[in-house]
């Protein structure tokens, strides 16, 4: 059985030993990335800056809180605003594919700057197993290409450091439990963030569109799961499809988005069980959705379980 008393003691001590200068870590507010993040602050305390991204991708109000949560946890940490960057690197892409290698990509070089300003030699990452088994490599097959795995550049200048890469989500999970940390029972959230939530080109309308019904899907579970309606899914999300359907606002002919909403069980991510969400609480997310915004028509909710599919729809 996993311990995570001693997978940190032990996991400590590894790195103490294996990064013997200044290093950087990625943090998205999210469990993989904040656990990592504590366990290196431990071994190598002020030499690791924690660097958060602004890339434009994020949920509603996400930088506020990875704000908050990197200063409660006394880690030493920069914010990044990079959004213009990211959206002219992803400008005109469809492929999935394509999409997550040049987030990938993006992040490296612009932890590559913030290194160099910093004198960092080290890259830490929160990649856990399902990020790499996923990316493929050897006799795997790729899947889906993870940004922290598949998304890296070939020629990269720093040293990769991955201290969770033999972890599965509900270890990790653990880990975050015995060390304090309040993401522990945070839903996981893509690196590649709203960008593989958006299937096709991603443009500012587009963001704005899927940041807003994430966030009344998000609302709208956790509100059903507090009034005892349903337990609250492993991750829950909405997802902006590359079609158009035919609609009514008032007594005019509209022609609209299409949003669909995931809602998911599972223990580690490698499998998953689509949720029986109420209808109760399915035609909130949908009237809400359409009411707040115009320019979607309809809303569905996506029965597949991960296989065949995955639980990201890119």
């Not at 999210?30 to 366990?39: E, Q, R, W």
Request: proline share 5%; aromatic share 6%.
């Amino acid at each position: 059985m996993f311990d995570p008393a001693s997978f940190v003691e032990e996991k400590v001590g590894e790195l103490q030993k294996e990064i013997d200068g200044r290093a950087i870590i990625a943090v998205s507010g999210g469990v993989d990335s904040t656990v990592a993040a504590v366990l290196v602050n431990r071994a190598i305390g002020d030499r690791l800056l924690a660097v958060f991204v602004d890339t434009g991708l994020m949920r509603k109000g996400e930088t506020e809180y990875v704000d908050n949560l990197l200063r409660e946890l006394g880690l030493n940490y920069r914010i990044v605003r990079a959004e213009g960057e990211f959206l002219s690197a992803l400008r005109g892409v469809t492929d999935p594919e394509r999409k997550r290698k040049i987030i990938g990509n993006t992040f490296v070089e612009v932890f590559e700057r913030v290194a160099e300003e910093c004198g960092a030699e080290y890259l830490v990452q929160g990649t856990i197993a399902p990020d790499w088994i996923e990316s493929g490599g050897g006799l795997r097959d790729t899947i889906k290409s993870h940004h922290n795995v598949g998304g890296l550049p070939e020629r990269m200048n720093l040293k990769l450091v991955e201290p969770l890469k033999d972890l599965y989500k509900d270890e990790v999970r653990s880990v975050a439990r015995y060390l304090g940390i309040p993401v522990a029972e945070r839903q996981p959230f893509p690196g590649p963030g709203l960008a593989v939530r958006i299937l096709g080109e991603v443009t500012k309308e587009k963001l704005e569109l899927i940041r807003e019904a994430n966030s009344i899907v998000e609302e709208e579970i956790e509100r059903g799961a507090e009034r005892g309606l349903m337990e609250r899914p492993w991750q829950y999300f909405a997802v902006l499809l590359p079609v158009k359907s035919v609609g009514v606002h008032g007594d005019k002919r509209a022609y609209g988005y299409t949003v669909a909403v995931r809602a998911v069980e599972s223990v580690d991510g490698m499998t998953a069980a689509y949720s029986k969400i109420p209808h109760e609480v399915l035609e909130r997310i949908s009237v809400r959705i359409t009411n707040t915004l115009p320019q979607v028509t309809r809303v569905v909710y996506d029965l597949t379980n991960k296989p065949p599919a995955t639980i990201e729809w890119e």
